[in-house]
């Protein structure tokens, strides 16, 4: 129930992993006008499915920011829209790790219902600690390196993985070329 | 009040030029636990700033909505946060078209705290018209071409812009890591 | 994992029943820069408490909607904010019928964590059908019966619940008196 | 530009003063698959229309949570909702002092789409300060008086104002039936 019903068809030819799959309900707030799901709700789709992914790995988010440890924040955001969502579907979102650095993580994130693919994603995040106020500068935050112990725990990226939206484009055959990614 | 206050600085070596610019104030919903607006929110913003220059050119979606003329949906989101806006921030969000094809219309926009740049955004967007029910199939959308009165009144697309958000990171330097701090 | 830990000692003295629970998991979205969930999203987890619970009824609210038959409305919500919620937090949210009219029906709604109680909510909700445009009106929505089928589907009402939000401050002791229900 | 259009209209027979008026423009964002504003956006109009006129009157709330001073919180909200809202509508939201106490402040909050009344509120608010953790007790929010600077800048409670949602409904004869029309 966690997991699209046929990964290895709606994946054919590509690489099919992922390290974690989060079902997600939608709801009125969810959708608008158009009768679908307003887009930039993907982006907390996604975010709901990493939180879920980390918790399963042993992280607090809350604790760590609260105690000044730090937290992530999201450096980019790539999505492609490839079908709309309506009122009261099942998604499942996709988390798989395709790089990391010490300073920055990038997530391939994937939408489905069923089999469909709904929208692809890519999500780089780096970490930052809340800084204290000084005589001259006020509280802020500064990016710094994610912790060991967390980078300790996070698993190989996937050599090549499904969801590179321009990759996306090209197997679906759209004509209509999507922008450049940025790295 | 609803432009950049130094747009030439900002933009500093490359085309300055937008289509429209549309100021945003930013409240408690749109911040979350890490003190700063949560960046799924900056594709409302952007969405804020392409209805309010479509209202300029004389387009009313609710009105092409309901009379089923039928409407735009986002196709594709590429979004580079680089710095974080808080509580009570006034921004200004840009809208340039850099692309326009009978298909879909691709957009630049980006997000300015006084001449700081916070976000840099590609955004295409396509459209779709509502298709009634039949025996065999239910409901939906189509995609089709977007109407040439629209087309008409849209801007030449301008030739080269700055938030391009590859160029945006090559441009500030940045080395792969994420610049989330206020300062 | 659906209801809370202890309901009986939660609602110690009063009727102690509802007739759903949900469970809600606080993520980054549903959080504010004072590091507590944003009170208005509140109405968003009881939404999706009332829709889960009519999914086990076996309604289905898209299908109503898309073919015509009607949707329900909001027409009044109270809300009584005891305690705030944070990230990762892992709430319930009860759902109680206490009026059940053939225009309107009135839920008590509670969210908690574990057995403490955060928020006390009354949410009363219509009916109301699409109607097409004709020459002389636009196309709206007209308030109607709630449809037989669903009434008859509807649990008896709660003589007594505990989640009236100014019953809930007498019984905390709060000497800020609330304001009156409006009915 | 900032007002109802016809405010004495609007409260025929009754008070008709409020102490601030915000314009507030629907946008996709807004809206649900029911083709209206979602019911729970109202408390986030609300919302921008309290702190636009604390700023009209000094008050600069992220300062204040920032320095420490603490936060306004908000304690109860009862919203009776008479007519939808749609996407492109210009909507005016008042804001009216009705009781100004230490421990809380309650404002009448009304919803206008020209003189069209479409949604009324009641929301009280409180104060907390951050609390920094002890050995035995967690970081957290306590409960406090509102502070002297506040409230001496607050105005004169309006004695009787219109937009109490009981006396909405006697004055509108409404017999229980949600008027959610648009006509």
């Known amino acids: 129930m966690t997991a699209p019903e046929h990964p290895s068809r709606a994946a054919e030819g590509t690489t099919s992993a992922w390290h974690h799959s989060h079902p997600v309900r939608i709801y009125w707030e969810d959708t608008d006008a158009g009768g679908i799901v ?3 709700n993907y982006l907390k789709f996604m975010e709901r499915a990493r939180t879920e992914w980390l918790r399963t790995l ?3 988010q809350e604790g760590m920011r609260r105690s000044g440890e730090g937290m992530f924040v999201v450096a980019d955001t790539q999505l492609r ?3 709309p969502a309506r009122l009261d579907d099942l998604l499942h979102v996709t988390v798989a790790v395709v790089e990391r650095g010490r300073a920055s993580v990038e997530f391939a994130q ?3 219902r069923g089999d469909t693919l709904l929208v692809r994603g890519r999500i780089r995040i780096g970490w930052v600690q809340s800084v204290a106020a ?3 500068t006020e509280a802020g935050l500064r990016p710094g390196r994610i912790p060991q112990r967390i980078l300790a725990v996070l698993p190989e990226p ?3 993985h499904p969801s590179k939206p321009s990759a996306a484009a090209q197997a679906s055959g759209a004509q209509d070329t999507p922008t450049a ?3």
Do not use: H, M, N
């Open 38 to 40: 307003f887009y930039g």
């Open 58 to 60: 042993g992280f607090d």
């Open 81 to 83: 829209y490839l079908q």
């Open 110 to 112: 994937d939408v489905w």
């Open 134 to 136: 000084t005589e001259t």
């Open 158 to 160: 996937l050599a090549e």
């Open 181 to 183: 990614t940025p790295a």
